[in-house]
């Protein structure tokens, strides 16, 4: 199982960014699928969780900016970052709890840059 995140990047504050993570590899189900960050020197935060219902979280920092969402297949998971501001700068990864043929595990992505600075 892989997960892939993609979408980092340079923006100025205020900016959009939409970041991807696509699953792949013997999948039979995907649980809760999230975004995480980690800002140069700090500890790796939870972002936004959805669950495999569609309910979702989020971190009090990126209500109404951010927005988490699945595809139909619930494989690619995404983050819409709207409003961006200088302290969203950070290292996003997806993580994914996945159930394979063997196992149910919690599995990780790259991580992708995000730099918000004018």
């Known amino acids: 199982v892989q997960l892939q995140a993609s979408g980092g990047g340079l923006v100025q504050p205020g900016g959009s960014l939409r970041l991807s993570c696509a699953a792949s590899?013997?999948?039979?189900?995907?649980?809760?699928m999230n975004w995480y960050r980690q800002a140069p020197g700090k500890q790796r935060d939870l972002v936004a969780r959805?669950?495999?219902?569609?309910?979702?979280v989020y971190t009090d920092s990126v209500k109404g900016r951010f927005t988490i969402s699945r595809d139909d297949a619930k494989t690619t998971l995404y983050l819409q970052m709207n409003r961006l501001k200088p302290e969203d700068t950070a290292v996003y990864f997806c993580?994914?709890?996945?159930?394979?043929?063997?196992?149910?595990?919690?599995?990780w992505g790259q991580g992708t840059e995000v730099t918000v600075s004018s």
């Open positions: 959805m669950t495999n219902g569609g309910s979702t």
């Open positions: 590899g013997t999948i039979v189900s995907i649980n809760a």
């Open positions: 993580s994914a709890n996945i159930q394979t043929g063997t196992r149910v595990g919690d599995y």
